[in-house]
């Protein structure tokens, strides 16, 4: 009956936030605390991740074989394949290791910083043949790395993943439900931060000492405590800028990953003092999302789910006009909230200007198109906004560009030896994939970026 109920509650989370973008959203905002990033396809593998464990709890583990020493392996194997691939890269490009770059690749654009690796993704990238999202996506990286490379990193996240669920599985046989829970976590996350992050990332070593303790024993406590310091700094030095963001998302990675353990304890020992330990922690991690929405301004504006979903749900009025921006041409409902005005093409987002003919919501709104609502695919801002670009190339590699529709104005001169400045000026109502979608085509890098003028802002603030 136990492994049922394993099985069946991340089954019906599961369900639930597949047919519900709001719920999908606050769940996001617990499964953030261990692996931040822009989509909602990782909760959503997260849950899978869990009912597959549960579906197969009933089951003996796969042989003897200890296979948390072959995922920490693959893991260190996974981690400096990431390290060879940023080398490689920025040899490329002729920057120095310690950079953070912004990579153009055919229209979409990829960050990266030592702190935070994102080459790993064109691994993904070249497996499922996925380009992602505008923003974020491992498509850029392609061209950088040779394709035998591509196809061992590939082959080797695949494996990396089966010996992570046999890892979790085997663990969750042999100890309780807590330790198991806590177990899986820490794989997923680890795993996820050896694709996107990195070994010097805070979402890879913060997994790390909970794995160590619950493997080893309490007489690693010290040495596991001890990761947390590097942890710690390195998540203040990849994210900076507001403390009170970053005491909350590290507090509520290591409440999330104690808490199932804690309620271990008090199964064993079940007295007052270890309930209201256990108690207190697990309200901590409940409430992290909400304080970190109420207390950093960041995390009021999508990408953050809670900001996303203040963002769906902001109520727009009738007369208004708004910018839709999509990839496919727009096919509105007969019931549709909105008049058609014009569109503007760009090389892969159309923008729909539309006038409002009834009180409506942004989450209304993008129904009629796919697009990811963490990018502002509904925009209401009026007058123009200036993005200041400079590029890896010289000008007279960009001479022949043409500029799409939703350039009013554009500026191209030279920044120095071998690099452009381009000062876009875009349509009211543009967002950063737009501005993106509007950069000269190629594989380039820019290491600089800027808004001039106000950014559009969907923000109900």
């Known amino acids: 009956m136990a492994s049922r109920w394993?099985?069946?509650?991340?089954?019906?989370?599961?369900?639930?936030?597949?047919?519900?973008?709001?719920?999908l959203l606050v769940l996001k905002s617990y499964v953030d605390l261990l692996c931040i990033g822009y989509s909602s396809s990782k909760t959503l593998t997260f849950l899978l991740f869990l009912t597959l464990l549960g579906v197969f709890s009933w089951m003996p583990p796969l042989g003897a074989v200890r296979w948390h020493r072959a995922y920490a392996g693959g893991l260190g194997l996974l981690h400096g394949l990431a390290l060879v691939e940023h080398t490689l890269f920025v040899r490329a490009v002729g920057r120095p290791w310690w950079s953070q770059l912004m990579v153009i690749g055919d229209g979409h654009l990829t960050s990266t910083k030592p702190t935070h690796l994102h080459e790993p993704k064109a691994a993904l990238a070249w497996l499922t043949g996925y380009r992602g999202d505008m923003l974020d996506s491992g498509s850029s990286f392609l061209p950088y790395f040779p394709t035998a490379l591509l196809v061992v990193h590939a082959a080797l996240i695949l494996l990396v993943a089966l010996l992570g669920f046999l890892m979790a599985h085997q663990f969750l046989r042999n100890h309780p439900s807590g330790?198991?829970?806590?177990?899986?976590?820490a794989v997923f996350a680890a795993a996820k931060a050896s694709i996107d992050g990195g070994p010097l990332s805070s979402e890879s070593l913060l997994p790390l000492p909970f794995m160590l303790l619950l493997l080893q024993g309490r007489g690693w406590l010290v040495p596991v405590l001890s990761l947390a310091t590097p942890a710690i700094a390195l998540s203040l030095w990849a994210y900076g800028g507001d403390p009170v963001f970053q005491f909350l998302k590290i507090t509520g990675a290591l409440?999330?990953?104690?808490?199932?353990?804690?309620?271990?304890?008090?199964?064993?020992?079940?007295?007052?003092?270890?309930?209201?330990?256990?108690?207190a922690v697990t309200l901590w991690v409940l409430a992290v999302p909400l304080l970190t929405f109420l207390g950093s301004g960041q995390a009021r504006r999508p990408p953050f789910p809670l900001g996303t979903l203040r963002y769906l749900h902001r109520r727009l009025e009738p007369g208004q006009t708004v910018y839709l921006h999509h990839r496919q041409p727009?096919?509105?409902?007969?019931?549709?909230?909105?008049?058609?005005?014009?569109?503007?093409?760009?090389?892969?987002?159309?923008?729909?200007?539309?006038?409002?003919?009834?009180s409506t919501t942004t989450a209304e709104l993008t129904r009629d198109f796919a697009n990811n609502p963490h990018h502002f695919p509904a925009t209401w801002a009026s007058g123009t906004t200036t993005y200041e670009f400079v590029a890896n190339v010289s000008p007279d590699q960009l001479r022949s560009w043409k500029p799409t529709e939703h350039i009013t104005e554009s500026h191209l001169t030279s920044a120095g030896?071998?690099?452009?400045?381009?000062?876009?000026?875009?349509?009211?109502?543009?967002?950063?994939?737009?501005?993106?979608?509007?950069?000269?085509?190629g594989n380039y890098v820019l290491t600089h970026f800027r808004i001039l003028s106000h950014r559009p802002d969907s923000d109900p603030e």
């Open 417 to 441: 030896p071998g690099l452009s400045k381009l000062e876009l000026s875009l349509r009211g109502g543009a967002n950063m994939d737009v501005a993106v979608d509007s950069l000269p085509p």
């Open 6 to 23: 394993k099985a069946l509650i991340p089954a019906l989370l599961l369900l639930v936030a597949w047919f519900s973008t709001d719920f």
């Open 330 to 358: 727009l096919k509105p409902r007969a019931d549709a909230p909105y008049q058609p005005v014009r569109t503007y093409r760009g090389r892969h987002l159309w923008t729909s200007e539309v006038k409002l003919t009834r």
């Open 179 to 185: 330790a198991g829970l806590t177990m899986a976590m």
């Open 255 to 279: 409440a999330l990953l104690g808490a199932p353990l804690l309620w271990d304890v008090c199964h064993r020992q079940p007295d007052s003092k270890s309930f209201l330990l256990a108690t």
